[in-house]
T-cell receptor
Framework: AQSVTQPDIHITVSEGASLELRCNYS??????LFWYVQSPGQGLQLLLK??????LVQGIKGFEAEFKRSQSSFNLRKPSVHWSDAAEYFC????????FGTGTRLTIIP | DAGVIQSPRHEVTEMGQEVTLRCKPI?????LFWYRQTMMRGLELLIY????????DSGMPEDRFSAKMPNASFSTLKIQPSEPRDSAVYFC??????????????FGEGSRLTVL
């Protein structure tokens, strides 16, 4: 079955530390992959997307993600987090309609 | 530019009442999606439209739920009768789909529904 898995429900990192959020997908072909962020009480905002080509994609707010076909992964990274990055992060895949992972809540400590 | 506009932002109603949620997609977008978000089930796609035509409604929970898109600038999601288990945040999103590929989804701020 086609699915996307975010194994970490909650991650806490210190401000200024690096961040990696994991995402694994199960799909018959190379899917379109996305990362979205949701701040409390808000809708979801697109951080970045991968359709094809360069497997390292850059997004907004200093985020990047790397598509690894051999590991069926599309992990999100940021070299140095800011307190404003505290939010819920969703990995998603699809073609015409998106299926979202269960999300990873990111807490930033000073 | 105006984003996706949803109304109401908050709705509290009693079990058995009819609830209508509204969405105005971004002008020029040709696809519209209704999602439901709960703690237990996460984000679930309920239904999506392309060029005002329902393409996939397999996520609609049951016959109590219905959605319409009478024109390119307006959609409604109706629950009749509502039940406490319908309590959730309902998101509308729109995008431009071309050539069968997926485009970026632009989300509204959601409608938080509480059914007592």
């Amino acid at each position: 079955a086609q699915s996307v898995t975010q194994p970490d429900i909650h991650i806490t990192v210190s401000e200024g530390a690096s961040l990696e959020l994991r995402c694994n997908y199960s799909y018959g072909a190379t899917p379109y992959l996305f990362w979205y962020v949701q701040s409390p009480g808000q809708g979801l905002q697109l951080l970045l997307k991968y359709f094809s080509g360069d497997t390292l994609v850059q997004g907004i707010k200093g985020f990047e993600a790397e598509f690894k076909r051999s590991q069926s992964s599309f992990n999100l990274r940021k070299p140095s987090v800011h307190w404003s990055d505290a939010a819920e992060y969703f990995c998603a895949f699809g073609n015409e309609k998106l299926t979202f992972g269960t999300g990873t809540r990111l807490t930033i400590i000073p | 530019d105006a984003g996706v506009i949803q109304s109401p932002r908050h709705e509290v109603t009693e079990m058995g009442q009819e609830v209508t949620l509204r969405c105005k997609p971004i002008s020029g977008h040709n696809s519209l999606f209704w999602y439901r978000q709960t703690m237990m089930r996460g984000l679930e796609l309920l239904i999506y439209f392309n060029n005002n035509v329902p393409i996939d409604d397999s996520g609609m929970p049951e016959d109590r739920f219905s959605a319409k898109m009478p024109n390119a600038s307006f959609s409604t999601l109706k629950i009749q009768p509502s039940e406490p288990r319908d309590s959730a945040v309902y998101f509308c999103a729109s995008s431009w789909l071309a050539g069968g590929g997926t485009g970026e989804l632009f989300f509204g701020e959601g409608s938080r529904l509480t059914v007592l």
